[in-house]
């Protein structure tokens, strides 16, 4: 069982930055693979970005060059650092994680089986 905790939302001038970070409980960090997903009211959860336990990493084409995810896993954290944030940034941002002891990630938000309970992030414009 691995418990997932998010923090570091707020709200933020158009143009600001912002970094969340996620708590993993469990001593087999590594060996999950994590992601960050986000949802709005009425929308469906959108893939934002993941990386594996080795390091790899994707993202979405809307937060490509401006977001950037990593992980310590001595720390069993992994953290989305937000830059040059939009209006359209504005959602609730979710961490989420999957064991895959062959360091594969995906996208696929039904792939991760371990759900933080959200963190609110606001961009103003």
């Known amino acids: 069982q691995v418990q997932l905790v998010e923090s570091g939302g707020g709200l933020v001038q158009a143009g600001g930055s912002l970094r969340l970070s996620c708590a993993a409980s469990?001593?087999?960090?590594?060996?999950?693979?994590m992601g960050w997903f986000r949802q709005v009211p009425g929308k469906e959860r959108e893939f934002v970005a993941a990386?594996?336990?080795?390091?790899?990493?994707a993202y979405a084409d809307s937060v490509k060059g401006r977001f950037t995810i990593s992980r310590d896993n001595a720390k069993n954290t992994v953290y989305l650092q937000m830059n040059s944030l939009k209006f359209d940034d504005t959602a609730v941002y979710y961490c989420?994680?999957?064991?895959?002891?062959?360091?594969?990630?995906?996208?696929?938000?039904?792939?991760?089986?371990?759900w933080g309970q959200g963190t609110q992030v606001t961009v103003s414009s």
């Open positions: 989420a994680a999957f064991y895959s002891a062959f360091s594969a990630l995906t996208t696929d938000p039904t792939r991760y089986n371990y």
């Open positions: 469990g001593r087999t960090f590594s060996s999950y693979a």
């Open positions: 990386i594996s336990g080795s390091g790899g990493t």
